[in-house]
């Protein structure tokens, strides 16, 4: 579905976010118009050298007293509670906890300069327990991050605001990922490290040289997709990647010994990874520990021993500070504790100091990279540019017009997941940016072109993922790829297990990210396997979800042309559902339009005007459609078959070529091997549907479209009913 008006304008977002929406746009768009830097990113003397004499970088790499780290920790423990109390909602406990971990990682490690959030080599932080934004937004107001206000910290979770519940990408500066369903975050930093290795193979450590730091929390480590992504990580050996575990034992019933006795560092050790415990509110711990992980050869996890809600006296170590407010009198019982003693949202000149000096340490680490950019190879320079910038377009139409050519010239029955693979053969060679895989069916989804290299370690150069048996890690490492930049990743499964992947698709679509499922063995037409692999619901489920186009080809050459739509569509993802069964093709003659592009449109006209039917199909029903109306013709009745690859081009497209594609014929039949729902957008109301209405069953593919009533004589017989 696409969605309708863009979701709530905010204050500051329109501005951010066309800053946000170009990968690099800072250095990169410098780098395009010919610029190394815009002006007023140039460091003055002010900025890169402090009062004392000495580097930023120097500074702040530096420990400070424990006493000056408190402070600097307790700016964040008290922006948490105010913003929480504020709003009346929110979750000040995660914050509180986190601060010493965040405020030693920030102000010591993490690579970043607000004032390029987007610089493509800097350090990833992912929040993975979205739920403790506020950790997030007070880090990102106190290092400087432009548009993230104090008024923006008042106005949490209100709407309008660049701070909203929970965070989200493109909404705000700083914010890597959307996060929230636990457990995503972990896994798109998978992602994100995975396309970090494979871009430093291929450009060099000069250019792609940076970490990802992932912040997770019990629940996060609890949910399923984290074991798809650790066992991911482990196995690619993904070095630069460190888990900053909570480890405060504290979830929303209480106490996680309810409901859990992992020992997550054994856990995290069988899976490949180094791990150690740490008291995760001793600053000089918790440094050693990111130190060490910084070096180590494999991921890393750390699990820090925490305090939930840290300060607050009577809530404090309990779920009653995870998810509420705390309260004025625990609040200022709290901020006695802490020794804060200013009022809320306030924060004194040298703490707020302090903190925009560790913004801006890296700003020397970033112009130098610009100089390290601009010193490449000028051809190489180009190709890393182009790559960030995730053009795609100029390469793919020729690319895909050629692959027409060949299929006009020859014209190939085959199945549309083959004829995926004949597509991606000559895409994947001039796009060596896709990065392709498969859950563990490599051999059925056809995603493997021909000429790519496997992914693995130590050479990370290859582009091809074998990501096991785990479709949703799946789905969201390649949140965290896309999000990354630079790659353009695609994967394949079974349709039917797009319900394994569907929460990192919707977040792929919400966060409008280019991330492409092949998904093959797209109906009943898999036959033997039967009704636990046939999707029946699965075409309308995805549908559903704003922002995601959903393509069902008809054939070879529809397939190449849902290819490029799917690449060229920069602003969300798309599902290819491909047949396991041979189609014929049914676009002979070479045309250069792409005739996907709206939609839906006119296979066949009806051989008499009028048309008295029109015959809607997507995918592999647009055969039976043909065949029906070449039944309909010999009882003298006009009939047109109407392709329809993708609903929400149809939807989207201007009235007339809408008009035009319905037509005016009297009766409308659709016919797709799923269920209804969605089709009345197209026959009406009126209109009949020839599909499925219940699961299917074991049987070759041909007798089970016969026994359940899709074939062109029911079809045909359906329209003649109705005339
Ligand atoms: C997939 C998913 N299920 C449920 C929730 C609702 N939820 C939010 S936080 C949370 C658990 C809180 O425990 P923990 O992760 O340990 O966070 P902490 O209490 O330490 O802040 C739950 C169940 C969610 N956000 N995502």
Redesign the pocket.
């Known amino acids: 579905m696409l969605s309708g008006p863009s979701p709530v304008p905010t204050t500051a977002a329109p501005r951010i976010a066309s800053r946000l929406q170009v990968p690099g746009a800072g250095a990169i768009a410098g780098l395009i118009a010919g610029v190394m830097t815009k002006p007023d990113r140039l460091p003055t003397a002010n900025t890169i050298a402090h009062t004392s004499g000495i580097s930023a970088a120097a500074a702040y790499s530096n420990p400070r007293s424990r006493a000056e780290h408190d402070r600097m920790a307790n700016a964040l423990r008290a922006l948490a509670m105010d913003a929480v109390e504020q709003a009346k909602s929110g979750?000040p406990?995660?914050p509180m906890?986190a601060a010493d971990i965040a405020t030693v990682l920030f102000t010591r490690f993490l690579k970043f300069d607000p004032a390029d959030p987007a610089w493509p080599d800097r350090d990833r932080f992912v929040l993975s327990?979205?739920?403790?934004s506020m950790l997030l937004y007070a880090l990102l107001y106190l290092l400087g991050y432009e548009g993230m206000t104090i008024e923006e910290i008042k106005h949490f979770r209100q709407l309008g605001s660049i701070t909203p519940g929970h965070p989200e990408h493109g909404h705000s500066p700083g914010v890597e990922t959307t996060t929230?369903?636990?457990?995503?975050g972990l896994a798109n930093a998978v992602g994100m490290a995975i396309a970090e290795r494979h871009l430093a193979a291929i450009f060099g450590a000069e250019v792609v040289d940076h970490a990802t730091f992932v912040f997770a929390?019990?629940?996060?480590l609890?949910?399923g997709v984290s074991q798809e992504a650790i066992a991911l990580a482990g196995h690619l050996q993904l070095n630069k990647l460190t888990v900053l575990y909570?480890d405060?034992g504290?979830?929303?019933d209480g106490a996680?010994a309810l409901s859990d006795s992992v020992d997550q560092v054994k856990r995290f050790e069988s899976a490949g990874w180094a791990a150690l415990r740490i008291d995760g509110q001793d600053p000089a711990a918790i440094a050693r520990a990111i130190d060490a992980a910084r070096r180590s050869e494999r991921p890393s996890l750390i699990a820090c021993r925490t305090t939930?809600g840290f300060g607050a006296p009577t809530k404090g170590g309990t779920?009653k500070s995870?998810?509420s407010p705390l309260g004025p009198e625990e609040i200022a019982a709290a901020r006695q504790r802490l020794g804060w003693s200013s009022p809320p949202f306030e924060i004194p000149a040298d703490i707020r100091a302090q903190w925009r000096a560790a913004g801006e340490r890296n700003r020397s680490a970033r112009l130098a990279w610009e100089q390290r950019l601009a010193a490449l190879d000028p051809a190489r320079r180009a190709e890393f540019v182009r790559r960030l910038r995730g053009d795609s377009a100029e390469r793919v139409a020729p690319a895909v017009n050629k692959v027409k050519e060949t299929l006009a010239q020859e014209p190939k029955d085959m199945a549309t997941r083959a004829a995926s693979e004949f597509a991606l053969d000559a895409l994947t060679a001039v796009l060596p940016e896709m990065i392709g895989g498969s859950a563990d069916l490599t051999g059925s989804n056809n995603t493997r072109a021909k000429a790519m290299k496997v992914f693995k370690a130590p050479d990370y150069s290859g582009t091809f993922i074998h990501y096991g048996v785990r479709e949703h890690g799946m789905a969201s490492a390649m949140n965290g790829m896309a999000l990354h930049g630079g790659v353009i990743p695609y994967s394949g499964t079974f349709l039917v297990f797009s319900d394994y992947c569907r929460?990192a698709i919707r977040l792929a679509a919400l966060m409008r990210q280019r991330v492409i499922y092949v998904m093959t063995h797209d109906s009943i037409g898999l036959g033997e396997d039967g009704p636990t692999h046939q999707p029946i619901e699965h075409l309308a489920a995805l549908r559903a979800i704003p922002n995601l186009k959903v393509f069902r080809p008809c054939d070879a050459v529809e397939t190449a042309e849902c290819w490029q739509l799917a690449l060229q569509s920069k602003d969300g993802p798309s599902v290819l559902a491909l047949t396991r069964q041979t189609v014929p093709q049914l676009r002979t003659g070479f045309d250069a339009r792409n005739r996907c592009a709206v939609g839906a449109y006119e296979l066949l006209a009806a051989e008499a005007a009028p048309a008295q039917v029109s015959l809607f199909a997507s995918g592999s029903e647009l055969s039976i459609a043909v065949e029906a109306r070449k039944l309909l013709a010999a009882r003298k009745i006009p009939a047109r078959v109407v392709s329809v690859p993708c609903f929400e081009l149809f939807l989207a497209s201007p009235q007339a070529e809408r008009s035009a594609a319905i037509g005016a014929a009297k009766i409308n039949v659709a016919i797709e091997a799923g269920i209804r729902q969605g089709w009345n957008e197209i026959i009406g109301l009126a209109g009949t549907f020839v599909g499925m209405s219940n699961f299917g069953a074991s049987a070759p593919y041909k007798e089970l479209y016969r026994h359940f009533g899709l074939t062109a004589d029911k079809v045909a017989e359906a329209a003649l009913n109705r005339l």
Do not use: K, R
């Open positions: 979750h406990g995660l906890g327990a979205g739920h403790g929230g369903p636990l457990g995503q929390s019990d629940g996060d609890m949910e909570d405060n504290i979830s929303i996680t939930i779920e995870h998810g929460p």
